[in-house]
C-alpha cells in the first residue's frame, strides 16, 4: 500500500531535550516536506527537499533540522524543542507530475513541549 | 503568491443533507487539491483535481480553472464526514498554498 508513515503519532516531552520525528514513503518520490499545524495559523511549511541531499527551508525553519540522506525518509529534528514548537505535524512526499506536484500526507505527529 | 479562499468557513448539516463547499485561487493553477481532515486531525486525500470532474462514492468535485475554482459536492451527508474540508495548490516550489478550510457538522 503506497504511503507516508510518521513516527511517532503523539509525544509530550520537556523543553530543551532533543527528539526525532521520523518520515518515510514507500512511493519513490522526489519531493518530501515538513508543515506544521496550528489553530488560526493553518498549515506552515517548515522544511522541504527536492531530492538526495538537497533541503531547503520553508516559512517556518527556525528551531528545526531536516536531512534526506535516502530518498524514502526525511527526519525532522528538534534539537532544543521549547513549548512554542507544541503543535501538529505533517510529513508530505509528492511527485512532479507535468509541472504540479500531487502530495500525500502522513498521519499526523501531536508533539507537546512543556 | 497565490490566494486561496474557501466558503463558507462554518457548515452545520442533518445526517442526509447534501452540500456543495467552494474553493477561490486568485491565479492560474496546474494543481489542486482537496483534502479532509478527520476529528483526529488525519489529512486524507479526496481529489487531484487540476481541472474537469470527479467522482468517487458520494463525493465529487469540479474544477473550472479558467474561472479560477473549484466546487466539492458532498451527498447524503453522514456523520462520518464531519471535519475541516481544505483546498490547497502548490506553488512552483511544490509548497501547498491551503485554503483556510470549511468546518463541516453532520447532525444524525
Known amino acids: 500500500e503506497a504511503q507516508v508513515t510518521q513516527n511517532p503519532r503523539y509525544l509530550i516531552t520537556v523543553t530543551g531535550k532533543k527528539l526525532t520525528v521520523t518520515c518515510s514513503q514507500n512511493?519513490?518520490?522526489?519531493?518530501m516536506s515538513w508543515y506544521r499545524q496550528d489553530p488560526g495559523l493553518g498549515l506552515r511549511q517548515i522544511y522541504y527537499?527536492?531530492?538526495?541531499?538537497?533541503?531547503d527551508k520553508g516559512d517556518v525553519p527556525e528551531g528545526y533540522k531536516v536531512s534526506r540522506k535516502e530518498k524514502r525518509n526525511f527526519p525532522l529534528i528538534l534539537e532544543s524543542p521549547s513549548p512554542n514548537q507544541t503543535s501538529l505535524y505533517f510529513c508530505?512526499?509528492?511527485?512532479?507530475?507535468?509541472?504540479?506536484?500531487?502530495?500525500?500526507f502522513g498521519p499526523g505527529t501531536r508533539l507537546t513541549v512543556t | 503568491g497565490i490566494q486561496v479562499e474557501q466558503s463558507p468557513p462554518d457548515l452545520i448539516l442533518q445526517e442526509g443533507a447534501n452540500s456543495t463547499l467552494r474553493c477561490n485561487f486568485s491565479?492560474?493553477?496546474?494543481?489542486l487539491q482537496w483534502f479532509h481532515q478527520n476529528p483526529w486531525g488525519q489529512l486524507i486525500n479526496l481529489f487531484y483535481?487540476?481541472?474537469g470532474t470527479k467522482q468517487n462514492g458520494r463525493l465529487s468535485a469540479t474544477t473550472v480553472a479558467t474561472e479560477r475554482y473549484s466546487l466539492l459536492y458532498i451527498s447524503s451527508s453522514q456523520t462520518t464526514d464531519s471535519g475541516v474540508y481544505f483546498c490547497?495548490?502548490?506553488?512552483?516550489?511544490?509548497?501547498?498554498?491551503f485554503g483556510q478550510g470549511t468546518e463541516l457538522s453532520v447532525k444524525p
Open positions: 483535481i487540476p481541472s
Open positions: 527537499s527536492m531530492n538526495v541531499e538537497v533541503t
Open positions: 490547497a495548490t502548490p506553488n512552483q516550489g511544490g509548497k501547498l498554498i
Open positions: 512511493m519513490n518520490h522526489e519531493y
Open positions: 491565479d492560474s493553477v496546474n494543481n
Open positions: 508530505a512526499s509528492s511527485f512532479d507530475r507535468e509541472g504540479s506536484y500531487e502530495q500525500y
